[in-house]
């Protein structure tokens, strides 16, 4: 059985060949010929056939040694290459960035060209990913996450508020007015859509708002923000969500407030994350800076939309019934 091949033997024959002399595969390698020759001699004797036909000062290859030689060179190609790109990759400059999926498809990603732009020759990926990143076990730049903030051992800076409110369709709307006039009568008839990783969910705004009875029912989760709000503009019932998920259908006027008789909550609810030592890193700093002054751009928009509505703002550091006070978990 042969022995493993001689790969350093196998570096010395591939130049040998594709170089036509032992003298030229010594200067590019840097050895003498005499340490060439050496080399290839143990080839030959380790596949146990000539390589080359020695004829006076001139070399060539035998059948076996083409053979050979097809495939090592096709070989060293393919690891030059390889190893060209692992350095292309090792030097491009890279930038990862964690987002909660519906943010990232339905906020970030219509605002992205603009910040691709300001740094063009850095490679951008977006892990759309509703968990948390493990800053000590994964490769993650910066976490942009909804939340309350008071992540243990993590810079966190707040960059954007969110604004909740029910809200369904306008033809929603107009049915729930035909049995009802009173807004508690008219969520007590209502099909409830409940985005179930929403941090204002219905249990906790109902009890807010004393708002308790059999018919409170919602028979329609979703894990998705994006997709509750499809669910509502379509008719489907009332969802309590996100005014920065939903200002485009709000704007357009497929999405409405259920009623001025309910305050909008306003709360911090969009930071950055990560662990202290990566805000030295420059594109952190550059993506940082870009969100922060795009996140106080939309918090006018869209407290100027919901105050348009006729809504009052009910100011919140984090969920809190009447009467207590918030303590971040």
């Not at 990926?125 to 990143?133: E, L, M, Q, V, W």
Request: include cysteine; proline fraction near 5%.
């Amino acid at each position: 059985m042969m022995k493993d091949i001689n790969l350093n033997a196998m570096n010395y024959f591939e130049a040998v060949a594709r170089l036509g002399g032992i003298s030229k595969a010594a200067e590019e390698l840097g050895v003498s010929p005499s340490a060439v020759s050496q080399q290839i001699r143990q080839f030959e004797q380790q596949f146990g056939v000539l390589l080359f036909r020695r004829e006076k000062r001139r070399l060539s290859l035998t059948s076996d040694g083409e053979r050979l030689f097809q495939t090592t060179s096709q070989a060293f190609r393919m690891m030059r290459d390889v190893r060209q790109a692992i350095q292309r990759q090792r030097e491009a400059r890279h930038f990862i960035l964690r987002v909660s999926p519906s943010f990232a498809v339905r906020w970030l990603a219509p605002r992205l060209k603009e910040f691709l732009d300001l740094t063009p020759n850095w490679q951008v990926r977006i892990d759309a990913a509703p968990d948390f990143s493990d800053f000590e076990t994964e490769v993650v730049d910066l976490d942009l996450r909804y939340g309350e903030g008071g992540w243990s051992g993590l810079h966190q800076e707040p960059v954007m508020h969110d604004v909740v409110l029910p809200m369904c369709s306008p033809a929603y709307l107009e049915q729930l007015r035909a049995l009802s006039d009173d807004p508690i009568g008219q969520l007590r008839q209502a099909q409830l859509i409940d985005s179930v990783k929403t941090h204002y969910r219905w249990d906790f705004w109902l009890a807010r708002h004393g708002v308790m009875g059999e018919r409170m029912v919602y028979p329609l989760r979703l894990d998705r923000s994006s997709m509750a709000l499809q669910l509502a503009a379509d008719g489907a019932g009332v969802v309590l969500e996100s005014t920065t998920l939903a200002l485009p259908e709000l704007e357009s006027g497929a999405l409405v407030p259920l009623s001025t008789a309910f305050e909008a909550i306003r709360f911090p609810a969009y930071w950055l994350v990560c662990p202290a030592r990566h805000t030295n890193r420059r594109i952190v700093r550059i993506f940082s800076d870009w969100i922060r002054e795009l996140g106080a751009a939309h918090d006018a928009r869209a407290r100027d939309l919901v105050t348009g509505f006729g809504l009052r703002i009910d100011e919140q550091q984090g969920r809190q019934l009447p009467g207590e006070e918030f303590t971040s978990d």
